[in-house]
């Protein structure tokens, strides 16, 4: 096991509140190791929406790896990646990506059980993402590989029928595939997420939404790990757009020499 991908498993056994910061770029992943934090990841979203493609698959693999192969270059702290639905059709083609982040060193990934049909986002059946899980944990150990696979629940976010039981139900199955992690993102309310938490025995993931509970709350709940989502990258392009605008208002660059 590299010490990358050792140090990453570690944080997730820890006491303390593992604070996940999603970042775009390699300046933006430098300046999150400047502030000391323990690890970074790459938001899809954001830097889809850095390279000018909508969220969902939409940016090229292969321009996605340009930008995690100079993220993994300039930082020294583990990296993980996100690889939406894993931008591949089967289950050969997602190995055959997450391969090449094994190779550039990438302690882990998050693979979400949503799928894109038509113009909507569906959960995909259980049973079926799960083994696509059990496909490349067996693939990996076969090659005497190793990657922290964080299997991101969309129940969430999709609002799915009874939500909670269909959660609780979706975490048993994803564990005995041999998921490393739970990502819930959209979760929020605390007894909603004490609920998530007793499903399973892996490490659970929330991330950072509007009425999400404190971070002594999260910890007390039994939450492990907690990431940024695209909201990072969303703050500052805002910022982007009212220095542009205070410019272009007061005919001079006061507001970006201040």
């Not at 944080?11 to 934090?37: C, G, R, T, V």
């Not at 292969?62 to 100079?70: G, S």
């Not at 404190?214 to 007390?220: E, N, T």
Request: include cysteine.
């Amino acid at each position: 096991m590299s010490s990358s991908l050792q140090q990453f498993r570690q944080l997730h056994q820890s006491p303390d509140l593992f604070i996940l910061p999603n970042i775009w770029d390699a300046k933006s992943a430098l300046q999150i190791q400047y502030e000391n934090y323990p690890a970074v990841a790459t938001s899809s979203a954001a830097v889809a929406n850095g390279l000018g493609y909508e969220d969902g698959e939409a940016m090229p693999f292969d321009e996605y790896l340009l930008i995690i192969r100079r993220i993994i270059a300039t930082v020294q702290i583990p990296v993980t990646v996100d690889l939406e639905m894993g931008y591949g059709k089967t289950d050969e083609a997602v190995y055959a990506n997450i391969s090449k982040l094994v190779d550039l060193g990438i302690a882990g990934i998050n693979i979400e059980d949503s799928m894109i049909s038509g113009s909507a986002r569906v959960v995909q059946d259980a049973q079926a993402f799960a083994k696509r899980i059990a496909y490349i944990k067996n693939k990996l150990a076969a090659d005497g590989r190793d990657i922290f696979i964080n299997a991101r629940c969309d129940t969430y976010l999709l609002k799915v029928a009874d939500t909670k039981s269909a959660t609780a139900e979706r975490l048993r199955v994803y564990e005995a595939a041999g998921a490393d992690g739970i990502f819930l993102p959209f979760i929020s309310k605390a007894a909603d997420i004490s609920e998530a938490v007793k499903s399973t025995t892996l490490p659970v993931n929330v991330m950072c939404v509007p009425g999400l509970p404190d971070f002594d709350s999260l910890q007390k709940l039994g939450v492990k790990r907690i990431s940024m989502g695209p909201f990072l990258f969303n703050k500052v392009y805002e910022q982007v757009g009212l220095l542009a605008g205070s410019v272009r208002q007061a005919k001079d660059f006061g507001a970006l020499l201040s």
